[in-house]
């Protein structure tokens, strides 16, 4: 995706923002380059996908802190997000832990166009999802799942003990998993 740097800080005032069309933009923009990197390093289309929504997500958590910023574009955020994510999956050698496995299921039926539409359907859906758990949630679960920080790590950044960042993080994921099938 290359735009100069006030298109990029509009977009990410409109990711931060919540607007799902931003989230449409970035996927247009910037998921295939996020797929070459996975369908070239032995993955195939399904883990493209999961990489890309893990990257989006992890974005997203990150974006609700007003200090964070992007030193280069989303673009290329984006796909070194895919790189680290896609590595780090093969390096633990099993599947990425996903928020629904049901997520982002596809038929290979449907044409590209059906395939991003329904994938933005489901990211305007995980957003609204996301939105409902309180901050406390959403911090254990971006420290969690998008930092791979350990439980003692969570607890000793959020004041709590090992055991009830474990039971939370627990809790909350039941919470989104109950929103998202709602």
């Known amino acids: 995706m290359r735009s100069d740097k006030s298109s990029d800080d509009q977009l990410m005032e409109r990711l931060r923002h919540r607007d799902p069309h931003a989230i449409e933009q970035v996927y247009l923009q910037s998921f295939d380059r996020c797929a070459k990197v996975v369908l070239g390093d032995g993955g195939n289309k399904e883990d493209a996908k999961e990489v890309f929504q893990e ?4 974005l997203i958590i990150k974006l609700k802190n007003p200090e964070f910023a992007i030193k280069s574009n989303v673009g290329a955020y984006l796909r070194q997000s895919c790189f680290n994510i896609w590595v780090h999956a093969k390096r633990r050698a099993r599947k990425l832990q996903v928020i629904d496995a049901g997520l982002i299921q ?5 044409s590209m166009d059906e395939e991003k539409s329904a994938l933005e ?3 305007e859906r995980l957003y609204a999802c996301l939105r409902k758990l309180t901050d406390a949630c959403q911090r254990i679960l971006d420290l969690s799942y998008y930092q791979k920080k ?3 790590e969570i607890a000793l950044l959020m004041d709590y003990t090992p055991e009830f960042v474990k039971n939370k993080r627990r809790r909350c994921m ?3 998993r109950k929103y998202m099938t709602a």
């Not at 990257?55 to 992890?58: H, R, T």
């Not at 596809?106 to 449907?110: L, N, R, V």
């Open 121 to 123: 359907e489901k990211y």
């Open 106 to 110: 596809m038929t290979e039926e449907t």
């Open 174 to 176: 039941q919470s989104l």
């Open 55 to 58: 990257a989006i997500f992890s």
């Open 150 to 152: 350990k439980d003692k």
